[in-house]
């Protein structure tokens, strides 16, 4: 039997250029670039569908959610110095300070079907 559905609604996207790159992770190491974490469910979303996904048979535990808005498509997250060119987003929508969240503040438990919304921002 999979486990349950987390639905992500994503809002604020200037555009539905490109796609977005999802990152679901139970690593606090591994936040919030999946790539450390072969566990974790990556997946790409074009940004005309962004509006109301699922991932599906998530386990339970807790997790944390990164998205980058790639509008080039070139699968990374673009920087201008250090400041991202792409638009990022994560649950629970913490504060942004100097830069990514820490997994704590953008954690959620996952014991059951459920929502995350999460809010673009864009820096440049």
């Known amino acids: 039997m999979p486990g349950p559905t987390v639905e992500v609604s994503i809002t604020g996207l200037r555009n539905v250029k490109g796609q977005i790159l999802v990152c679901l992770t139970a690593n606090p190491k591994a936040f919030p670039d999946c790539s450390k974490d072969k566990a974790s469910v ?12 699922k991932i599906r048979g998530v386990a339970a535990g ?12 070139n699968n990374k997250m673009d920087m201008a110095l250090f400041l991202p060119k792409e638009g990022f987003g994560f ?8 830069g990514p969240p ?23």
């Open 62 to 73: 807790t997790y944390a959610i990164a998205v980058v808005h790639d509008e080039n498509g």
């Open 91 to 98: 649950s629970r929508d913490p504060a942004i300070r100097m």
């Open 102 to 124: 820490k997994f704590k503040s953008a954690s959620f438990a996952v014991t059951g079907d459920m929502r995350q919304s999460i809010k673009m921002k864009y820096m440049l």
């Open 42 to 53: 990556q997946m790409a979303v074009k940004a005309a569908d962004a509006g109301d996904f």
